[in-house]
């Protein structure tokens, strides 16, 4: 399972997907939207996404994560749009035999997402809003 | 050749817009399109911003060759997570 959704994540769903009988751990993450940035204070995240690639990567990235180790199922659920302070906004459940494997590939999977997924966060806040990534200077404000 | 460009994040708002339909010569590259867009919309031209490029939803390189109907996506930092 590896989805973009502009729906509330069921923090369930993804657990309830890897479930598997040979597995003998399931370690989950979950990121979720703070109300500070950098001094600033946050009042709301906007969640982007190019999707059908974003998807695609999502799902290379359990591919990588099977070959480098034994896990037996990998799940990675990533919202979009507003999403409100306090909320998940991405969740990775992997199960294995052995709690090492799952511990690894699911810090594995969230270094990834931040690398190489085409999601993109705008943070709104008292006085301004900046897409997350390009805010190194002053003239990259879009407004 | 058509070429669709699609423009997401900072991109997309500083064009005003999501989607281009570019006409392009035979031959052209990623970053032939990339200056051809610039022209069109000069707020595209976001500085010192650190671009990747995926041509049909792959990564690829600047000077990657593209062909009739391929869809392309300028992608700025991402911030997923």
């Not at chain 1, 997924?117 to 407004?143: D, L, M, R």
């Not at chain 2, 500085?47 to 000077?63: E, F, M």
Request: aromatic letters at 8%; one cysteine or more.
């Amino acid at each position: 399972m590896f989805r973009v959704t502009h729906q509330p994540i069921d923090l369930n769903e993804p657990v309830c997907y890897v479930t598997d009988p040979e597995a003998g751990a399931i370690a989950t993450f979950i990121g979720t939207t703070r109300n500070n940035n950098e001094g600033r204070r946050v009042i709301a995240l906007d969640y982007e996404a190019y999707p059908e690639m974003a998807e695609k990567e999502l799902a290379r990235i359990g591919v990588d994560a099977a070959k480098k180790w034994q896990i037996c199922r990998m799940a990675i659920v990533h919202r979009l749009g507003a999403v409100q302070i306090g909320e998940a906004s991405v969740v990775i459940a992997v199960s294995s035999a052995h709690r090492e494997a799952a511990f690894a590939a699911s810090r594995f999977a969230i270094e990834e997402i931040k690398k190489t997924v085409p999601i993109w966060k705008k943070e709104v806040y008292e006085g301004g809003e900046v897409w997350i990534g390009t805010q190194t200077g002053q003239e990259f404000k879009n407004k | 050749m058509k070429i669709r460009v699609k423009l997401f994040a900072i991109l997309r708002e500083r064009a005003g817009t999501a989607e281009v339909i570019k006409d392009l010569v035979d031959g052209s590259t990623v970053a032939d399109l990339w200056h051809g867009l610039q022209k069109d919309y000069p707020k595209l031209d976001v500085p010192g911003i650190r671009l990747l490029y995926a041509v049909n939803q792959n990564y690829v390189a600047l000077d990657y060759q593209l062909s009739e109907g391929d869809e392309v996506v300028f992608i700025p930092p991402v911030s997923g997570g």
